[in-house]
């Protein structure tokens, strides 16, 4: 899971729907809401897409199993 930052993983726990292109669209659709000076975010929400695009289902469902794992800790 080191592949993405704590505030990455944040954004993907807030976002996510269950699948890897839910939370893509999710994250596609909440970028045509920032405002010019939400740079950080919008910065952040595109390195989220870009990485999570690169990945595979499969790769996607072993991060967000852990993440659920470590939530319910």
Known sequence: MS???????N???KY???S?????SELA???THLEKDETEL???AQSVI????AMSD???DSITAKLIADFKE
Not at 3 to 9: G, L, M, N, R, S
Not at 20 to 24: A, K, N, Q, S, T
Request: hydrophobic share 40%; glycine share 6%.
């Open 58 to 60: 499969d790769e996607f």
């Open 11 to 13: 954004l993907m726990c």
């Open 42 to 44: 919008m910065k952040l």
């Open 16 to 18: 996510n729907t269950g």
């Open 29 to 31: 659709q909440m970028k």
């Open 50 to 53: 870009d990485k999570t695009t």
């Open 20 to 24: 890897r292109i839910g939370l893509l």
């Open 3 to 9: 592949k993405f930052t704590a505030e990455e993983i």
